[in-house]
């Protein structure tokens, strides 16, 4: 076709579009799911047909190339062009080949795609529930659908690309950190933008409500997402200081020590910090006492170092060991309300291993109106095509997923900062603490 158009007097020029192969079948899937939500059909292309033209790409440029003289050109999905024949004997392929491995070096795409599969995943993972109830899509066609979606195997696919953006975004944000801690020193690495606006947001909202302790901490973890491997005492030392942490022991927790903080993840690293805001507390007097999570039989003990002629170190009576648990429960309940956790969905429960063995099953979901419990099922494959179903759970097991909703709703009410609140209150109440201290500002 090139050469017939030339023989014609054109002027002929074949322009391509670098991008990662990861970029290039979330594409694919975005626009088939896009196409069935908005027209009640979308265009699929299968994956050995995606995988053949991505590998043969490259190849095929400098084919062109050498056949017809015409000159290739490259381009990122933004536009800008990334290379031109004309300006380099360098070859198409090789070029193609480097731009696309480029793609995800940096963060804030390697993030948005990391994102984007999440969100397909999703997307694909509901479809059994919500295909019946679809709209746009004719009714005819929504067996033959989920018949192919299971022989096509596209969650499975869109799983496991998932988990290669996830490490993409993870190296492209390690590599980030690394150019930013040589370029600015490790106490000065801004977060990311996404969640730097989350986490600014959640702080508000928290000492709007009082809660100093969960506030820190939520900005304490994001300094440590960020950073990473915390290198030097200097950064560490000042999240020591905005965590409260005293000399000590905490300087070790801290990595005040030569490189002790680099063995620890940033995450990771704050994890500790909290922990070490709970079980470690000073009395009245300023002395430190640390609760051994390890030895809970010895309550709380001195973190005194050994004193000079053996004399006895000091030991917490009734009175203090008392106000020790109020400080340490405290402090708990703010860090928890702070960050009280996803709760679950009481009428979506999984498989247990008295269930049938199936190809392929769905949760089992509770219907508002019936209360019957549900599950899609795939029973069979005959020859490619799948063997779709509905089951039924039986009224014993019915039951049982209905005390299993119970007690999800249960474990949902008591992780809500409301459940945490009421059963810090209780425990004050119980305790007497009212006459050790008062009860926290975080609400």
């Not at 440029?61 to 004997?89: K, W």
């Not at 959640?202 to 506030?215: C, D, F, K, Y």
């Amino acid at each position: 076709m090139i050469k017939n158009l030339q023989a014609q007097g054109y002027e002929v020029e074949v322009r391509a579009i670098a991008t990662h192969w990861l970029e290039s079948e979330l594409g694919v899937d975005e626009r088939f799911t896009r196409g069935l939500d908005r027209n009640g059909f979308g265009r699929y292309v299968s994956a050995d047909v995606r995988a053949s033209i991505y590998d043969a790409l490259p190849a095929n440029l400098d084919q062109v190339r050498t056949e017809t003289g015409v000159p290739v050109s490259l381009y990122n999905r933004e536009g800008r062009q990334l290379y031109d024949s004309r300006i380099t004997s360098r070859s198409a392929a090789e070029a193609l080949t480097d731009a696309r491995e480029q793609c995800l070096v940096d963060v804030h795409r390697a993030h948005e795609l990391r994102d984007g599969y999440h969100r397909q995943l999703g997307w694909h993972r509901e479809l059994p529930d919500t295909l019946p109830e679809h709209s746009k899509v004719a009714p005819v066609a929504k067996e033959p659908l989920m018949q192919e979606h299971a022989s096509l195997r596209i969650e499975p696919g869109l799983a496991r690309n998932a988990s290669s953006a996830e490490r993409g975004y993870q190296a492209a944000a390690e590599q980030s950190r690394g150019v930013a801690t040589r370029a600015l020193g490790a106490a000065g690495v801004a977060a990311t933008a996404y969640e730097a606006g989350e986490t600014v947001h959640r702080t508000a909202e928290l000492l709007h409500q009082g809660n100093v302790t969960g506030a820190q901490s939520g900005l304490l973890h994001l300094g440590g997402r960020t950073l990473g491997m915390v290198a030097g005492a200097e950064a560490v030392g000042a999240l020591g200081t905005m965590a409260g942490v005293e000399s000590g022991p905490g300087m070790i927790v801290t990595g005040a020590i030569g490189g002790v903080a680099g063995a620890f993840g940033g995450e990771k690293l704050m994890d500790a910090v909290d922990q070490y805001r709970i079980y470690h507390q000073r009395d009245p007097q300023g002395l430190p006492w640390r609760y051994d999570l390890d030895h809970p039989e010895q309550r709380w003990v001195t973190d005194l170092p050994p004193l000079p002629g053996g004399a006895q170190r000091p030991v917490a009576d009734a009175a203090l060991q008392n106000r020790l648990d109020y400080q340490a429960s405290s402090k708990l309940a703010e860090l928890r309300m702070a960050a009280p956790g996803e709760l679950a969905d009481p009428y979506r429960q999984p498989a247990g291993p008295n269930d049938p063995d199936r190809v392929q099953a769905s949760d089992w979901t509770r219907d508002a109106q019936s209360q019957d419990w549900t599950r899609s099922v795939v029973t069979d494959v005959v020859g490619r095509v799948p063997v779709h179903g509905t089951e039924t759970a039986s009224p014993e097991r019915a039951a049982e997923l209905d005390r299993a909703a119970e007690q999800t709703v249960l474990h949902n009410r008591a992780n809500s900062p409301q459940g945490i609140a009421a059963a810090y209150l209780a425990m004050y109440e119980q305790r007497g603490w009212a006459e050790v201290g008062p009860l926290p500002e975080a609400r």
